[in-house]
């Protein structure tokens, strides 16, 4: 079946439908990984997005039960140049078709998506709708493109209740932004109790449960939409040690003084090189963002820049001088744990 990708500034790309049939719209992304697309669907950071795979060929090794980052599908829609019918590994259970036809997931394939990500690179991230059917309707579709916001996205995806997980180890609160299970199990293989907080918790009940320290999560959209969570921060800063991670990052730099700013195009993928300035190594990152903390906006005098991006410079990694908080924009769970090798999580557990 014929479909089609329209963005916001009328550029129109003609491919076929792979998955769901009918409309989708969402900020149109791209990202950079050539594997673990089903973990890319998976992540609630990716609320609200169609995201557009840069690798030529996505699907090989199928989808399975296991390699999920959350219980559904977050992504608005997907675009591949080809998704392969027949993957080949041990512990697929299904193809990636399927899985996105199942999820009533809009997919378009067969378009060029070298030059797609060449558009957004030079022009920005932008809207976009995916249509499937022979009479789309392009001023119509160019409307709902245009018109289309993502409202409050961080409400879409926190979980809804306090859910405890008991261990023997450290008592760690997380402010579930938009979690993803690889960051939870991170902690439930070093035997750390875990309580799980929806965003909207207030931070006295937060203190309530006396945790040794608190997460800030990843999650999707503006820090800047997050005012509750900030509000949280601000009466948790001082008084626990503090991990913020990509959306909790950032929220964590606007509680404590600094500023944001939406990137041209993000940081989308698991090939991002960052370097840690203090121990003069690099390593590879993966990275699922579309803003960044502001480095004209930090005070020398309070906080430490320790990681940049080794593509274009911006902030990666903070310590905080004044109180007990360190906050990093990559995923700190995909590490390698291995001597010299940057641990955060491990960093953060030593402040408790």
Not at 27 to 42: D, H, P, R, S
Not at 158 to 180: E, N, P, Y
Not at 258 to 268: E, F, I, P, S, V
Request: aromatic share 6%; glycine share 10%; net charge neutral.
């Amino acid at each position: 079946m014929k479909a089609i990708l329209m963005l916001e500034d009328g550029t129109v790309f003609v491919g076929t439908s792979k998955g769901a049939c009918g409309n989708t719209v969402g900020e149109v992304v791209f990202n950079t990984a050539m594997t673990g697309y089903q973990k890319i669907l998976t992540d609630p950071s990716n609320y609200g997005q169609i995201v557009a795979m840069t690798c030529p060929l996505i699907g090989n090794y199928g989808v399975n039960s296991e390699d999920s980052e959350s219980g559904k599908i977050h992504v608005k829609g997907f675009i591949a140049r080809e998704i392969c019918d027949f993957p080949n590994y041990w512990r697929s259970n299904g193809t990636l078709g399927e899985y996105l036809k199942s999820n009533n997931i809009v997919c378009i394939t067969g378009i060029d998506t070298r030059a797609l990500t060449v558009h957004l690179r030079d022009n920005g991230t932008m809207n976009g709708i995916i249509t499937t059917g022979e009479n789309p309707g392009y001023d119509n579709l160019l409307k709902k493109a245009r018109e289309y916001r993502i409202l409050k996205p961080v409400s879409k995806v926190t979980t809804c209740d306090v859910k405890h997980f008991k261990d023997s180890g450290k008592r760690i609160a997380i402010l579930d932004l938009g979690v993803k299970r690889s960051l939870i199990n991170a902690f439930r293989k070093r035997k750390c109790e875990l309580f799980l907080f929806p965003s909207f918790t207030p931070p006295e009940e937060i203190l309530a449960v006396n945790p040794d320290g608190v997460v800030i999560s990843d999650g999707p959209g503006d820090p800047k939409d997050c005012g509750k969570v900030i509000e949280t921060i601000k009466g948790l800063a001082g008084k626990k040690p503090i991990f913020g991670v990509s959306l909790g990052h950032q929220v964590a730099a606007l509680a404590l003084g600094a500023d944001t700013a939406k990137l041209k195009y993000g940081h989308r993928g698991n090939n991002h090189p960052v370097r840690d300035i203090k121990r003069g190594i690099s390593f590879t990152t993966s990275q699922n963002h579309g803003f960044t903390v502001v480095l004209e906006s930090l005070s020398e005098s309070r906080v430490e820049v320790t990681h940049t991006s080794m593509n274009d410079e911006t902030v990666e990694g903070l310590r905080y001088s004044d109180v007990p908080v360190i906050t990093c924009q990559f995923d700190p769970e995909t590490l390698p744990r291995t001597a010299g090798m940057v641990d955060l999580i491990g960093d953060f557990l030593k402040l408790l």
